[in-house]
């Protein structure tokens, strides 16, 4: 089965910095690559997603990138805020015609300090 | 639009008992996944539901099992809970024509003491 790894597990930078958050995955099928943030005692909230036939995607501080020879994508957030601070997951599935089982990375705890 | 919800926000068991979760997709949604997050550990995929079937299941023993009802809700039930089953349930649920978008609800805190 798939198995994500995502470093660092945290992370700590500086209000305006830039943060990067990379991941791994196992599966070469795999082909759906979304970020969620979850803020304290908060639901998981999908921020961008990325998928196998593209290999950049932007929503204005926040982009990811895929390299699917290494099987590899990371997640891009510039001119970080205080309200950036949140646990961070990757994830990656194989979509099929039905549905969308996702594999997390463990999640990196983004701390942006003022 | 009403988001995912999930009921009790807080359930305290104790060994060996039965715990059932419940999750109210968004309108419209027919998928309702459920995953577990335990401390530390990333989100860990339980169960998919779509259209009142169960599609796939994690890697999980059957004394985890649920259903999925004709109005698309769901429920998970943990039978002869352990202490190692502590953790957030989450319920999810995807729209049938936008399958890769997973909307989360604020999960279920389960403790078993």
């Known amino acids: 089965g798939e198995n994500v790894e995502q470093h660092p597990s945290t992370l700590s930078v500086q209000e305006g910095d830039s943060a990067v958050i990379k991941c791994t995955y196992s599966?070469?099928?795999?082909?759906?690559f979304p970020w969620y943030k979850q803020e304290l005692g908060k639901r998981p909230q999908l921020i961008i997603d990325i998928r196998s036939n593209v290999g950049e995607k932007k929503d204005q501080r926040i982009a990811v990138t895929l390299n699917k020879t290494a099987k590899h994508f990371s997640l891009h957030i510039t001119e970080t805020q205080p309200e950036d601070s949140a646990v961070y997951f990757c994830a990656a599935s194989w979509l099929t015609g039905g549905g969308n089982k996702l594999t997390f990375g463990t999640g990196t705890q983004l701390k942006v300090e003022l | 639009e009403a988001g995912v919800t999930q009921s009790p926000t807080h359930l305290i068991k104790t060994r060996g008992q039965q715990a059932t979760l419940r999750c109210s997709p968004i309108s419209g949604h027919t998928s309702v996944y459920w995953y577990q997050q335990a401390l530390g550990l990333g989100l860990q995929f339980l169960l998919w539901y779509d259209e009142g079937e169960e599609r796939n299941r994690g890697n999980f023993p059957p004394r985890f099992s649920g259903r999925q009802f004709p109005n698309y809700s769901s429920e998970l039930n943990v039978n002869a809970l352990e202490l190692e089953d502590s953790a957030l349930y989450l319920c999810?649920?995807?729209?049938?024509?936008?399958?890769?978008?997973?909307?989360f609800g604020s999960g279920t805190q389960l403790s078993v003491l």
């Open positions: 599966d070469s099928a795999s082909n759906y």
């Open positions: 999810a649920s995807s729209p049938q024509d936008l399958n890769e978008k997973l909307f």
